[in-house]
């Protein structure tokens, strides 16, 4: 069985760009996750989704952080403005439904200058 | 906040049995204990789950004391394919379980010596 696929895999930009990471998640994966990962802790819940529905998103700064699921099945998350601080791993993994284990894909890892 | 807390850093010697100690004492009763892993540049990898009882898979060994304020996860013959940032998870149902919750702390990293 296929991973969960992200893209890209590494991404620079400067400060107070714009920037958007994609996730294609495993098939039949009715519940996605976002997190991010700084450099030295441990993954970070940004946001949940179940199908196309948000279950929680109350970790995801929403003044420059958005996600959307639109059919339900793949998700994208964007930052803008990016900010130094949003330096770190943004990772995506789905599961069968919110009650099983996630499956995480590599990342995409954003340096911002 | 991470309801855990593991050591920083171990060392194994390759083929021996790798210990992972984790401390949950505020786990609930309806509260699992997860451990994943990350080898570096990864995604964190699944490894085994529990709530009362010692559970074994391909991958480890969980072992859960009693009172399960604490857990071990158990490598039986380490190799070097095995260094990685270990992660013991306690996984918090909320919206009346319907959903669950994963609060990853820093973890353990297990360095496999040669």
């Known amino acids: 069985e296929a991973g969960v696929a992200q893209s890209p895999r590494y991404k620079i930009i400067e400060k107070r760009q714009s920037v958007a990471f994609w996730c294609n998640p495993i098939s039949g994966h009715a519940t996605l996750y976002w997190y991010q990962q700084i450099l030295g802790q441990g993954p970070k819940l940004l946001i949940q989704f179940q199908n196309n529905g948000v279950v929680d998103d109350s970790q995801l700064p929403k003044d420059r952080f958005s996600a959307e699921r639109l059919k339900g099945v793949d998700s994208t998350l964007k930052i803008q403005p990016a900010k130094l601080e949003d330096s770190a791993v943004y990772l995506c993994?789905?599961?069968?439904?919110?009650?099983?284990?996630?499956?995480f894909g590599n990342g995409t890892r954003l340096t911002v200058t | 906040d991470a309801k855990t807390t593991q050591p920083t850093s171990m060392d194994c010697a390759e083929g021996r049995a790798a210990n992972l100690p984790c401390n949950h004492s505020t786990i609930s009763g309806n509260e699992y204990v997860y451990w994943y892993r990350q080898i570096h540049s990864q995604g964190p990898q699944y490894i085994i789950h529990g709530l009362k009882n010692n559970e074994t898979n391909e991958m480890a060994s969980l072992i859960i004391t009693e009172d399960r304020k604490s857990s071990t996860l158990i490598l039986p013959h380490a190799t070097l394919r095995d260094t990685a940032v270990y992660y013991c998870?306690?996984?918090?149902?909320?919206?009346?379980?319907?959903?669950?919750?994963?609060?990853f702390g820093t973890g353990t990293l297990l360095a496999v010596q040669p």
């Open positions: 993994a789905s599961s069968l439904d919110p009650t099983g284990y996630g499956n």
């Open positions: 998870i306690v996984r918090v149902p909320y919206y009346g379980g319907a959903t669950n919750k994963l609060i």
